[in-house]
Nanobody, 115 residues
Framework: VQLQASGGGLVQPGGSLRLSCAASGTIFAINTMGWYRQAPGNQRELVAA???????NYADSVKGRFTISRDNAKNTVNLQMNSLKPEDTAVYYC??????????WGQGTLVTVSS
């Protein structure tokens, strides 16, 4: 499975960004897709995930502000990020987990929230 992420950038506090991730390869094997993030000096943390059945999971810090969505027909997963805060600044990584348990990662995309 190959993952191509896009959509990062610089935004002011309170603004919005949308991240997208397109999967290719053995996409039939994918179960869960989502996003992790890693801020400087911090460990990588789960931001949001969605299963092939549509079940979602969010980090407490982003609940109510971020929305993950998945288009199984287009093999994409999106992360709509609203009301962004400076503490959301991080490199965001798209991931996909296959039914066999293999983890696949896309390249990171930098999100910077700053005035």
């Amino acid at each position: 499975v190959q993952l191509q992420a896009s959509g990062g950038g610089l935004v002011q506090p309170g603004g919005s960004l949308r991240l997208s991730c397109a999967a290719s390869g053995t996409i039939f094997a994918i179960n869960t897709m989502g996003w992790y993030r890693q801020a400087p000096g911090n460990q990588r943390e789960l931001v949001a995930a969605v299963t092939s059945g549509g079940t979602t999971n969010y980090a407490d810090s982003v609940k109510g502000r971020f929305t993950i969505s998945r288009d199984n027909a287009k093999n994409t997963v999106n992360l709509q990020m609203n009301s962004l805060k400076p503490e959301d600044t991080a490199v965001y990584y798209c991931f996909a987990v296959t039914r066999g348990g293999a983890h696949n990662w896309g390249q990171g995309t930098l999100v910077t929230v700053s005035s």
